[in-house]
């Protein structure tokens, strides 16, 4: 098993482009989350999904769009990248529990000029 | 709502000596307790958890943390630290029956030989 993919690995963008992270993960979990991590500020939420076709605002949504139109894929768009999305970008999925053990990429560093 | 504090930012510390990481929580109802570690340029891998029963939990390379319902505190401890050791460590928790962990800020670990 691959566990979570997230691609691609790094990615410059500059300002005002649009770009889309792909998350896929192959144990069946119903539910998924995008995390942004910045020095300092530990892991911050964007948005999750707790099963197909769903999804949530979390702590930073702001800026940012998800779609999940396949149990095993949760995607997170910038619409119109700005510097202060500059980041490391962490998906993580869970399964439905009442613990929510939560299995993370390897990550996306976005810079955006 | 919940809240996790990790009392320090950065931990140096020489090999072979002991070290704590600490980690306090708010929370009025039942919770689970993860430590999470962030080896360099690498996505989060769960280190250990408490769910119930001992509160004394160990990770399989020699991490333990102890779970103080009174204290509301899961702190981490290594009696004796090696440079593999050196990362970054995460203390989350969840409510029972919640979809979202809580992280707290990180503590970035550094071994000095």
């Known amino acids: 098993n691959a566990g979570v993919t997230q691609t691609p690995k790094f990615r410059v963008l500059k300002t005002g482009q649009s770009m889309t992270l792909l998350c896929a993960q192959d144990?069946?979990?119903?539910?998924m989350y995008w995390y942004r991590q910045d020095p300092g500020m530990g892991l911050r939420l964007i948005h999750y999904s707790v099963g197909e076709g769903t999804t949530a605002k979390g702590e930073v949504p702001d800026g940012y769009n998800v779609s999940r139109l396949k149990k095993q894929n949760f995607l997170l768009g910038l619409e119109s990248a700005a510097p202060s999305q500059t980041s490391v970008y962490f998906c993580?999925?869970?399964?439905?529990?009442?613990?929510?053990?939560?299995?993370f990429g390897p990550g996306t560093r976005l810079t955006v000029l | 709502a919940q809240s996790v504090t990790q009392l320090d930012s950065q931990v140096p510390v020489f090999e072979e000596a002991p070290v704590e990481l600490r980690c306090n929580y708010s929370s009025s109802v039942s919770v689970y307790l993860f430590w999470y570690v962030q080896y360099p340029n690498q996505g989060l891998q769960l280190l250990l958890k408490y769910l119930s029963g001992s509160t004394l939990v160990e990770s399989i390379n020699g991490f333990e943390a102890e779970f103080n319902k009174s204290q509301t505190s899961f702190h981490l401890r290594k009696p004796s630290v090696h440079i593999s050791d050196t990362a970054e460590y995460f203390c989350?928790?969840?409510?029972?029956?919640?979809?979202?962990?809580?992280f707290g800020q990180g503590t970035r670990l550094t071994i000095n030989p």
């Open positions: 989350a928790v969840i409510l029972q029956g919640a979809q979202k962990l809580v």
């Open positions: 144990m069946n979990h119903e539910y």
């Open positions: 993580a999925s869970s399964p439905r529990t009442e613990y929510n053990e939560q299995f």
